[in-house]
Nanobody, 118 residues
Framework: QVQLVESGGGLVQAGGSLKLSCAASGLIFGITTMGWYRQAPGKERELVASSSSGSITNIADSVKGRFTISSDNIENTVYLQMNSLKPEDTAVYYC????????????WGQGTQVTVSS
């Protein structure tokens, strides 16, 4: 069974940094698209960053230059390094996995809260 376990959220001041982790199991990691989404209060969930095959990446314009997605194929873990955080980055951040093989499911982590104070 697929399981995504997130960690690293918390409360930081504007300009600070956080690193989110998503440990995945039950996936063929190298052929699974991994992504980070976020949902702020009153807004729809949006894509922050994604990585396919651990090399092809997509970064949202709102976080480009500040956030970086990376992965550790040995530990089957994807990371989101968040620098120069702004209050507008406050949201629940979700890990997402989309296997590019077999039945091609769509899986979500439980979400982790990131709060950036002014």
């Amino acid at each position: 069974q697929v399981q995504l376990v997130e960690s690293g959220g918390g409360l930081v001041q504007a300009g600070g940094s956080l690193k989110l982790s998503c440990a995945a199991s039950g996936l063929i990691f190298g052929i699974t698209t991994m992504g980070w989404y976020r949902q702020a209060p009153g807004k729809e969930r949006e894509l922050v960053a994604s990585s396919s095959s651990g090399s092809i990446t997509n970064i949202a314009d709102s976080v480009k230059g500040r956030f970086t997605i990376s992965s550790d194929n040995i530990e089957n873990t994807v990371y989101l390094q968040m620098n120069s955080l702004k209050p507008e980055d406050t949201a629940v951040y979700y890990c997402n996995a989309q296997p590019m093989y077999g039945r091609r499911g769509n899986y979500w982590g439980q979400g982790t809260q990131v709060t950036v104070s002014s």
